[in-house]
């Protein structure tokens, strides 16, 4: 006979086992649930920071003139309002140029930040994101940088996000998942398995509710884009009558103005016209950001449209000491274009090339058809892209260096918007380089009078 005291002993054991079983498991489900949907909140928290990081970039380079320091502090603190987090904009040498929370008589004693992990990161990746806590300010922070280039200055955007709502958010799941575990530990079973669903609800919401941020996010965006787009179209009239003004009274008034004058007039035109080209390659980027860039084409022969278009770009050629040389094709080839799009991309190959050609040098510009192809190549003698650089040379608001952008200027759109306009045509832009020897563009459309064969014998 088993006495009672060893009976109950038993029982203890039999009631133990299975406690630290399910005390063991519930543990480790905590800590594995913890980290997964831990991971997915932080992963969207830092997503939605990255697309308001990438807005504040936007909004800073459209700036024609680098601000000065005070209404550099300004802009950052009008974009701190709208966002929500703190806005420093930092220098590509590390210095910090304007921190929302930092006054700007203290500016001198914050720390270079050229080495920060967010910094190094966006610059080699075109953004960077780091968590820690602040030496400046002493709290948690999410830190998100995009580089900016404007008016022939580098640097980065950063936006920090205190992470004081994030830490709610996971410090009620951590809350939520011990109560869970210790209910699931005392009643080992079903009211756990419920009170677990409620909680994969909630933190269903609060993903829905980060979702709904992202998305009221990419509509600010949009609405920026719409606004930006209506000023560029308000400038661009004003501008055109100008201009029309401005050439009629050059046509009418020329001989009666003395040579200060005239000179005056000329540099008001030049101006003008600059100014026209400006807005229109920004009308040109929005409809191809937003997706209303729409291109008809039509049958032309590519040797006489190019030679138009090399004799039209031959006095820009003239003012950079170049000569444009075209080797006419011994016969008529034949591509489906858009004649004003065709003369965009081709003019700004032109212009580029004849900007970093050296003076006195050849730019060949040439058409063959092989391969099922009809390609367009503009070679220049020029410095080169060095490698390093080739990655992002379609890249918007992007030029080699910014010594390039101080002596030749221009956008840094030129060749992204090229690209979308070849693409829209349904050919490519690519191109060869060397450092020291030169480059070479190409400009690829299919050839409709000899189309490549599918593997079934049809014309693709």
Same mark, same amino acid.
């Given at each position: ?9 038993? #029982? ?29 909140? =932080? ?59 930092? *006054? ?31 030496? /400046? ?18 640097? /980065?955007?950063?936006?920090?996000? #205190? ?16 109560? /869970?575990?210790? %209910? ?18 909630? %933190? ?11 998305? +009221? ?24 009558? +100008? ?19 005239? &000179? ?41 449209? /190019?030679?138009?278009?090399? =004799? ?14 075209? =080797?006419? *094709? *011994? ?7 858009? &004649? ?29 058809? +092989? ?30 260096? +910014? ?38 563009? #190409? ?18």
């Amino acid at each position: 006979m088993v006495p009672l005291g060893r009976l109950g002993m038993n #029982y203890k054991k039999l009631f133990l086992v299975p406690m630290v079983i399910v005390f063991v498991a519930a543990a480790g489900s905590v800590g594995v649930g913890q980290w997964y949907i831990g991971g997915l909140l =932080k992963s969207d928290y830092q997503r939605q920071a990255i697309l308001e990081t990438r807005m504040v970039a936007s909004a800073f380079s459209h700036f024609r003139e680098f601000p000065k320091d005070t209404e550099l502090h300004e802009f950052a603190a009008e974009l701190s309002k709208v966002s929500g987090g703190r806005v420093s904009i930092i220098d590509i040498d590390g210095t910090v140029l304007t921190d929302t929370d930092v *006054p700007n008589d203290a500016l001198k004693g914050v720390e270079n930040h050229a080495n920060r992990p967010e910094i190094l990161q966006a610059y080699k990746e075109g953004v960077g994101v780091a968590m820690r806590t602040s030496a /400046t300010v002493g709290k948690s922070l999410t830190y998100v940088a995009v580089p900016y280039h404007v008016d022939q200055r580098k640097g /980065t955007v950063r936006l920090a996000v #205190y992470n004081t709502k994030l830490e709610n958010i996971m410090f009620k799941q951590r809350t939520l998942f011990v109560v /869970t575990a210790l %209910i699931g530990i005392s009643i080992v079973g079903g009211i756990g398995l419920v009170v677990m669903r409620g909680y994969v609800r909630q %933190i269903s919401l609060e993903r829905e509710n980060l979702e709904s941020a992202r998305i +009221s996010a990419q509509a600010a965006d949009k609405a920026k884009s719409e606004f930006l787009s209506s000023i560029n179209h308000e400038l661009r009239t004003p501008l055109t009558s +100008s201009l029309g003004s401005l050439g009629l009274l050059n046509s009418l008034a020329k001989d009666d103005f003395s040579d200060q004058r005239q &000179e005056l007039l000329d540099i008001a035109i030049k101006n003008n016209e600059a100014m026209l080209r400006l807005v229109s390659e920004l009308l040109d980027y929005e409809k191809i950001l937003s997706g209303q860039m729409k291109i008809e084409t039509s049958r032309y022969d590519l040797s006489e449209l /190019t030679s138009r278009i090399v =004799k039209n770009n031959e006095g820009y050629a003239q003012k950079q000491s170049v000569n444009f040389v075209f =080797k006419v *094709p *011994p016969k008529p080839i034949f591509a489906d274009v858009q &004649e004003h799009r065709f003369g965009q991309i081709l003019g700004n190959l032109l212009s580029n090339a004849a900007k970093f050609s050296p003076s006195g040098s050849d730019v060949e510009i040439s058409i063959n058809s +092989s391969n099922a192809h009809v390609t367009v190549s503009v070679a220049d003698c020029g410095s080169g892209i060095p490698d390093d650089f080739k990655d992002k040379i379609f890249e918007q608001f992007t030029q080699i260096d +910014s010594s390039s952008t101080r002596e030749h200027g221009g956008t840094g759109l030129g060749l992204t918007i090229s690209k979308a306009l070849t693409e829209g045509m349904g050919g490519t832009l690519d191109f060869d380089s060397q450092v020291g020897v030169g480059s070479t563009f #190409y400009v690829s459309f299919p050839d409709p009078e000899n189309p490549r064969l599918s593997s079934d014998g049809n014309a693709t």
